[in-house]
């Protein structure tokens, strides 16, 4: 939801330059509206299959934007106890949060047991016996799908490639059958589901169809142990338009693909983080300083590697604009941030047109894994988070403070 007006840069029906000067920078901007229809393309795609939306909370867990999505209808895809903890505090309902991670605690497992959660996604035969062992010490059931590794290339940034063989994530395909087999014998648990998350910013519709192809061909075998697989989790993994070149598949596209593989009875979840928020999120900067060195030309900005870590990271693509057209001459830029690391950038050599000290720019679609993955590196507070629903505008986290720097220390001194 972002467009020229005139020569000003507009999120919805607020100006950027604007949002700059009300609040500082740097800041994150969010667009309500994007939030649900993006949202809402995934809800549309489920049609008339039983199943449920999962917000990856990993991606953004602001609680406001959590509660937009759980009153949206939302269920949640958590990866933590502190993760399942924010999700029961914005409304979602327990019996719609589903709980993968290689390392579940005994703490963590304990405390989504007493919450009643939907379902684990157990990720190794060592974690499935913690959860039926602390099942029976608190008289319960839990509910478990194992997370299996289909072996698929899903062909993205390898940090973010999850489903291939030799990656630490879930189950390996030659042992899921045995696997079930093992979890039937369990007496405190039981088994709904089988799930696989084969990676992130997936722009193909292929690797899904193999993935869900070798699930069907697991599903039949379990099933054929007497074992009853009701659901079907696919996991995340939709990529976005982080730049104009790429083409991301529509959520309906996906699951219609993977729909025609399974019979009617199977129910399905979906867990999108990254397709729902990135590029209804914006981190919102100044330019402080400029500098020519080495031939490069610099744009040196108020927000950093600690606010978004994706460039350096996962040498992450994010389109830069700056938040007033004009018509200064554009030269190759690099824009960095402050950060005492070489590896502290937004964007290399980029055309961008010549700016003043103070003007204001925008890295674009930074709503997922943006303010999420941030940090005080450098002593730098946590940057306040903005949302904007038409031409109103909400502050719904406020700038860190110094003070907020020194929260937990202990001095004896
Ligand atoms: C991160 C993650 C997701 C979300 O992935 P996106 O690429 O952001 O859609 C979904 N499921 C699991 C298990 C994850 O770890």
């Known amino acids: 939801m972002l467009s020229f007006k005139g020569n000003d840069l507009f999120i919805e029906n607020v100006k950027l330059a604007s949002l700059a000067k009300k609040f500082g920078t740097a800041v994150f901007v969010y667009s309500k509206s994007q939030i649900l229809s993006n949202f809402k393309a995934y ?7 039983e199943g449920l939306i999962c917000f990856a909370c990993k991606t953004n867990s ?9 009153k949206a209808g939302a269920g949640a895809d958590v990866t933590s106890g502190g993760e399942i903890f924010r999700c029961l505090k914005a409304g ?4 719609k949060i589903v709980y993968a991670g290689v390392g579940k605690t005994d703490e963590e497992i304990e405390y989504a047991l007493k919450n009643k959660i939907f379902m684990f996604n157990v990720e190794s035969i060592e974690e499935l016996y913690a959860i039926d062992k602390i099942a029976g010490r608190l008289k319960t059931k839990a509910k478990i799908a ?8 899903p062909h993205t940034h390898k940090y973010i490639t999850t489903g291939k063989e030799g990656t630490k994530f879930g189950i390996a395909y030659k042992a899921v059958v045995s696997a079930y087999i093992l979890a039937k014998k369990c007496p405190n648990i039981v088994v709904i589901g089988i799930h696989s998350h084969i990676g992130s910013q997936i722009l193909e519709i292929e690797p899904f169809k193999i993935a869900a192809q070798k699930i069907k061909n697991l599903v039949d075998e379990i099933e054929k142990n007497g074992i009853k697989i009701e659901y079907i989790d696919c996991g995340g993994g939709i ?6 070149s790429q083409k991301a598949p529509a959520p309906n596209q996906v699951m219609n693909a993977i729909f025609a593989i399974f019979g009617k009875d199977k129910k399905f979840i979906f867990e999108p983080g990254r397709s729902i928020m990135a590029n209804a999120g914006h981190l919102l900067c100044k330019v402080i300083y400029r500098k020519n060195s080495g031939g490069q030309s610099f744009l040196i900005t108020d927000a950093g590697m600690n606010d978004l870590i994706r460039p350096s990271l996962y040498q992450a693509y994010h389109e830069i604009l700056p938040v007033k057209k004009t018509n200064a001459k554009k030269v190759k830029t690099t824009v960095v941030g402050p950060i005492c690391e070489s590896g502290d950038f937004m964007g290399n050599d980029r055309m961008l047109p010549i700016l003043a000290q103070g003007e204001y720019l925008l890295i674009t679609c930074a709503g997922a894994y943006g303010a999420a993955m941030s940090s005080q590196y450098n002593s730098r507070p946590l940057l306040p988070e903005v949302l904007v629903e038409n ?5 719904i ?12 220390e202990v001095s004896k001194l």
């Open 62 to 70: 602001n609680q406001t934007i959590l509660k937009i999505l759980s």
């Open 397 to 408: 986290k406020k700038r860190a403070s110094y003070n907020d720097l020194l929260l937990n």
């Open 239 to 244: 990529g976005i338009e982080y730049e104009k």
């Open 391 to 395: 031409s109103k505008i909400q502050l």
């Open 146 to 153: 194992f997370r299996i590794n289909p072996n698929v290339n």
């Open 92 to 95: 979602f309902e327990p019996s």
């Open 43 to 49: 809800q549309d795609g489920l049609a008339k299959r």
